[in-house]
Nanobody, 122 residues
């Protein structure tokens, strides 16, 4: 059983900052990539940022220069530092992980956290 547990969401004023954390636990052999998605009311879930096992990162255009994704491989944890937050950033933020359950796994699987609410409002 694999679990992804997010923390760090909350309410903040425009221009403020928040840091999200997500820890993966359970029967995990290796993690290929971890990342963050978000879903605003009435909209589809969209990629925010992800980070590969080697450290390469990928960001959505709407967060470049404002958000930073990082990862602690030893702790199976991914972080999202969000700065210069805007009301449009209001959404439920979901953690994701693409991982191998065992050394014998033929393919990697995607797992999701339950989400954490981020609200940006004055």
């Amino acid at each position: 059983q694999v679990q992804l547990v997010e923390s760090g969401g909350g309410s903040v004023q425009p221009g403020g900052s928040l840091r999200l954390s997500c820890a993966a636990s359970g029967s995990i052999f290796s993690i290929n990539a971890m990342g963050w998605y978000r879903q605003a009311p009435g909209k589809q879930r969209e990629l925010v940022a992800n980070i590969q096992s080697g450290g390469s990162t990928n960001y959505a255009d709407f967060v470049k220069g404002r958000f930073t994704v990082s990862r602690d491989t030893a702790k199976n944890t991914v972080y999202l530092q969000m700065s210069s937050l805007k009301p449009d950033d209001t959404a439920v933020y979901y953690c994701s992980a693409n991982l191998l359950l065992t050394r014998y796994s033929d393919y990697a699987l995607d797992f999701w956290g339950q989400g954490t609410q981020v609200t940006v409002s004055s």
